[in-house]
């Protein structure tokens, strides 16, 4: 009854603690009964049951209480296993977000420089517009001049024709309307002149937006040019790695290791083969020093023949480098 179990078991629990009380109550009421009774005879035999009763009482008790602790242990470590397996499933949806996130805001980071890329694009057209349209203003400006000025100077030189004409009067009047004539004929042949400027100005400004537009075009070209090239070279690039893996691989499945090879031993190969992928030679470059090795290597490579087809057509080479490193 005082097993260091049992008073664990009493400290840690008030109910297991409030039995036992209660068990030596009761038998020290037992006792008491027994020792103030001196007139009755007791067999010895029963002091004895009642003292039994007590143990196994007591004993069952500790059970009972090591069975409670067992049972919640376990629930315990349950609820422990639990809170670990939402606790992963937490940071592994933690995780996700995050990823999830960091792809939205690439995304958006592309489509604003796309956009930024558009707007520029868009200001430069529209500052080559404002200019040829100042352009066309301040020539359509600097011809309205001209023609102002000549028409003072016309006017200033009828007003002094006229003053002189006054004493000449009738014989100088066929001289005027010849004269008339001449200034009509010029005043013609400058606004042809100016018509003319006008529409070599309108030819020009037409042959320079069609070359800028020519120009973007060109880029615009070159660029979606150079970006199929790249997306076609990383293609070659990973088909060419899966091809070389798929030869490896039938290689490895075809060596039989020998009794000196280890996990740090490797072989640079290189592969001759036909169109049909039959070997037709096997070099090895930079090797380890076992001889039993680099010849199981290269009988390996034979007893692969004929080599996997390539997944593309455009990844097919005669000859095929690779380094084999034993998965031992």
């Known amino acids: 009854m005082s097993s260091p179990g049992l ?7 008030p109910l297991v603690l ?21 007139m009755v ?36 470590q349950q609820a422990l296993a639990q809170e670990r397996k939402i606790k992963q ?35 430069k057209n529209l500052a080559e517009k404002k200019r040829l349209e100042a352009e066309k203003k301040k020539m359509a400006a600097e011809k309205k001049e001209q023609e102002r000025k000549q028409a003072e100077a016309e006017k200033k030189k009828q007003q002094e024709l006229l003053a002189q004409r006054e004493a000449e009067a009738e ?27 006008k529409a070599e100005e309108e030819s020009r400004r037409k042959e320079e937006a069609a070359e800028l537009q020519r120009k973007l075009a060109e880029e615009e070209r070159m660029e979606e040019a150079a970006r199929q090239a790249a997306e076609k070279a990383a293609r070659l690039q990973t088909l060419r790695s899966q091809y070389v893996r798929l030869i490896e691989q039938k290689v490895e499945r075809n060596w039989l290791r020998p009794v000196t090879a280890t996990s740090d031993m490797f072989c640079e190969i290189i592969v001759t083969q036909t169109s049909l992928g039959d070997v037709i030679d096997v070099i090895l470059k930079k090797c380890v020093n076992d001889l039993a090795f680099q010849r199981s290597i290269e009988r390996a490579v034979r007893k692969a ?24």
């Open 41 to 76: 005879h007791k067999p010895a035999g029963a002091e004895k049951k009642i003292v039994q009763a007590v143990a196994v009482d007591a004993t069952q008790i500790e059970a009972e209480a090591r069975k409670l602790k067992q049972v919640e242990e376990k629930k315990r």
């Open 171 to 197: 014989k100088k009047r066929q001289q005027e309307l010849e004269e008339q004539r001449q200034a009509e004929a010029e005043k013609k042949k400058q606004q042809e002149l100016a018509a003319q400027r």
């Open 305 to 328: 023949s004929p080599l996997p087809p390539p997944p593309s057509p455009e990844v097919f080479d005669r000859e095929i480098h690779f380094t084999f490193r034993p998965n031992i």
């Open 18 to 38: 409030l039995a036992v009380i209660a068990g030596h109550f009761a038998l020290m009421v037992m006792l008491g009964l027994n020792l103030s009774n001196t």
């Open 89 to 123: 499933q937490q940071e592994k949806a933690k995780q996700q977000l995050a990823d999830e996130q960091r792809r939205l805001a690439e995304l958006k980071k592309k489509k604003a420089d796309e956009q930024k890329n558009l707007d520029a694009l868009k200001q």
């Open 7 to 13: 008073l664990h078991e009493i400290k840690t629990r």
